[in-house]
């Protein structure tokens, strides 16, 4: 089993920046078996959409409402990946999901319980 945390959201003034942290913890082998760590968000009334994923070995892709206002990393010795949201407008407002994915025979799936990102004057 594996449990991911997330922190750092919060409110922002438009045109500003957060870093969302998310962390990897419980019985898997080492970092390096979670084959995508990446990031998810949800608006009031909308759909999950995908923000940014990094695979093991450091390829990104990165979904398109945030496309060139976004950044993700991971840090295998850590278990974790960063996302740096930049030039935040408020249609960027959401619950913001870490999630992973091992893939060992089978796909197991894991998300975090959100993490809250208000844009706003």
């Known amino acids: 089993q594996m449990e991911l945390a997330e922190s750092g959201g919060g409110l922002v003034q438009p045109g500003g920046s957060l870093r969302l942290s998310c962390t990897a913890s419980?019985?898997?082998?080492?970092?390096?078996?979670?084959?995508?760590m990446g990031w998810y968000r949800q608006a009031p009334g909308k759909e999950r959409e995908e923000v940014a994923r990094i695979t093991s070995h450091g390829s990104k892709f990165y979904g398109g409402s945030l496309r060139g206002r976004v950044d993700i990393s991971r840090e295998n010795s850590k278990n974790t990946v960063d996302l740096i949201l930049n030039n935040l407008q408020a249609e960027d407002t959401a619950v913001y999901y870490c999630?992973?994915?091992?893939?060992?025979?089978?796909?197991?799936?894991?998300w975090g319980q959100g993490t809250q990102v208000t844009v706003s004057s």
């Open positions: 999630y992973a994915l091992v893939i060992a025979g089978t796909k197991d799936e894991y």
């Open positions: 419980g019985s898997f082998a080492d970092s390096n078996s979670i084959n995508i």
